[in-house]
Nanobody, 122 residues
Framework: QLQASGGGLVQAGGSLRLSCAAS????????MGWFRQAPGKEREFVAA????????YYADSVKGRFTISRDNAKNTVYLEMNSLKIEDTAVYYC?????????????????WGQGTQVTVSS
């Protein structure tokens, strides 16, 4: 089970750090990812990280501004978001990587968390 937190209201240019806590003892065996869904839009890939944290992947729209990381001792994956833009407004979801068939396809993720709202204002 995944529990996302850390969302909120922030001004454009600001920062937020999202956390996703996982229960169970297999967290360190899986890659993890973040997706987001804005109103009226499809869920889109944001970032992913390998089980060890040694490999990270980002959507072009967040590259250079967002950083995904993990702490396997705490069963937690993070998404550090800097230089936030209004278009980053969305519900952010964490999920467990169940296949590396692709990096970005949501079908290759499972065990979705409940989501946390991020709202960026002007």
């Amino acid at each position: 089970q995944l529990q996302a937190s850390g969302g909120g209201l922030v001004q454009a240019g600001g920062s937020l750090r999202l956390s996703c806590a996982a229960s169970g003892d297999t967290f360190s065996s899986y890659g993890m990812g973040w997706f987001r869904q804005a109103p009226g839009k499809e869920r889109e890939f944001v970032a992913a990280i390998s089980w060890s944290g040694g490999s990270t992947y980002y959507a072009d729209s967040v590259k250079g501004r967002f950083t995904i990381s993990r702490d396997n001792a705490k069963n937690t994956v993070y998404l550090e978001m800097n230089s936030l833009k209004i278009e980053d407004t969305a519900v952010y979801y964490c999920a467990r990587k169940r296949s590396w068939r692709t990096v970005t396809d949501s079908a290759d993720f499972g065990s979705w968390g409940q989501g946390t709202q991020v709202t960026v204002s002007s």
